[in-house]
């Protein structure tokens, strides 16, 4: 059973702000969200972390919801390098155990100029 | 900082043959992660070594597939006997902290193996 739930494929035009969510109903309360992405021909990067609320670094922000089975990643102002396939992960940070990362399908984002 | 270096970037091997994958993990890095990626399976974990020493090989194929860190500044993957299935595209990843909250992935090796 895959623990996060992503849509497959979103668009955008340069300039845009775009949201991409992340469904992890199932989440338990020693699990935290990563997002990582992938661009062509490179492994993925670290984006951001969070375990509730509202978390903002200088590449995007990340919202998780009250019940933490729902978060959105917001990258604003896009540009065509932002095209990637973006990875939202949940893992357990409990016992070093969170150091395998586990990864679902991701959702590739197009950036149209 | 040159970032994970991955050596070769691409290899090409007949069935049959052994193949072996290098890592360099960023300097002062204490864990390091071996990964595999394939369009069919996606990004799946191989095994992962903190200070050298192996911690969890879980998603380590029972057979063929062996990982080593001798030292601190390199990693090793060696596959015996590739099989056509085993082409994919291997990442090498290495994270400052032991449990490995942020990792830094280095470019991948391409194998194919005809």
């Known amino acids: 059973l895959a623990k996060t739930t992503q849509p497959p494929s979103m668009e955008a035009y340069e300039g845009q702000e775009v949201n991409v969510s992340c469904s992890h109903t199932n989440i338990a309360t020693s699990e935290y969200i990563y997002w990582y992405r992938q661009v062509p021909h490179q492994g993925p990067q670290f984006i951001i972390q969070g375990y509730k609320d509202y978390v903002v670094n200088e590449v995007a922000s990340l919202f998780i919801s009250a019940d933490r089975k729902l978060s959105t990643l917001s990258l604003p102002w896009v540009s065509l390098r932002d095209a990637a396939v973006y990875y939202c992960?949940?893992?357990?940070?409990?016992?070093?155990?969170?150091?395998?990362?586990?990864f679902g399908g991701g959702t590739r984002l197009t950036v149209r100029p | 900082n040159a970032g994970v270096i991955q050596t070769p970037r691409h290899k090409v091997t007949g069935k049959g043959q052994e193949a072996t994958l290098w890592c360099e993990p960023i300097s002062g890095h204490s864990a390091v992660f071996w990964y595999r990626q394939t369009i069919v399976q996606g990004l799946e974990f191989l095994t992962y070594f903190r200070n050298q020493a192996p911690i969890d090989d879980s998603g380590m194929p029972k057979e063929r597939f062996s990982a080593q860190m001798p030292n601190q500044s390199h990693s090793t993957l060696k596959i015996q006997s590739t099989q056509p299935q085993d082409s994919a595209v291997y990442l090498c990843?290495?994270?400052?902290?032991?449990?490995?909250?942020?990792?830094?992935f280095g470019p991948g090796t391409r194998l194919t193996v005809l």
């Open positions: 992960i949940v893992t357990d940070m409990s016992n070093n155990a969170g150091a395998k990362l586990t």
């Open positions: 990843a290495s994270s400052l902290e032991d449990w490995g909250v942020e990792q830094y």
